[in-house]
Nanobody, 116 residues
């Protein structure tokens, strides 16, 4: 059974930083592309960043240069370092993985709130 557990969200002032973590279990973590998504109130869930099994990262244009996704295969953990945060980054952030049978798995989400 795949489980994804996020942590690290909270309240931060505009311009501040937060670091999110996602611990995965029930999956061969090192073999999968992992992603961070976010969903703001009244908006659709959107891709923030993804990282391949080999460590290649991709980002939404809105976060390029300010967010960094990384992974520790030894710890089965996905990270998202968020710097220079803006109020529009306020959202619930989710960890995501799709398995070999195209099944989607989501974490429970962690709230990030950026005050202006």
């Amino acid at each position: 059974q795949v489980q994804l557990v996020e942590s690290g969200g909270g309240l931060v002032q505009s311009g501040g930083s937060l670091s999110l973590s996602c611990v995965a279990s029930g999956i061969n973590f090192s073999g999968y592309r992992m992603c961070w998504y976010r969903q703001a109130p009244g908006k659709q869930r959107e891709l923030v960043a993804g990282i391949s099994s080999g460590g290649s990262a991709e980002y939404a244009d809105s976060v390029k240069g300010r967010f960094a996704i990384s992974r520790s295969n030894a710890k089965n953990t996905l990270y998202l370092q968020m710097n220079s945060l803006k109020p529009e980054a306020t959202a619930v952030y989710y960890c995501y993985v799709e398995d070999r049978l195209w099944r989607d798995y989501w974490g429970q989400g962690t709230q990030v709130t950026v005050s202006s």
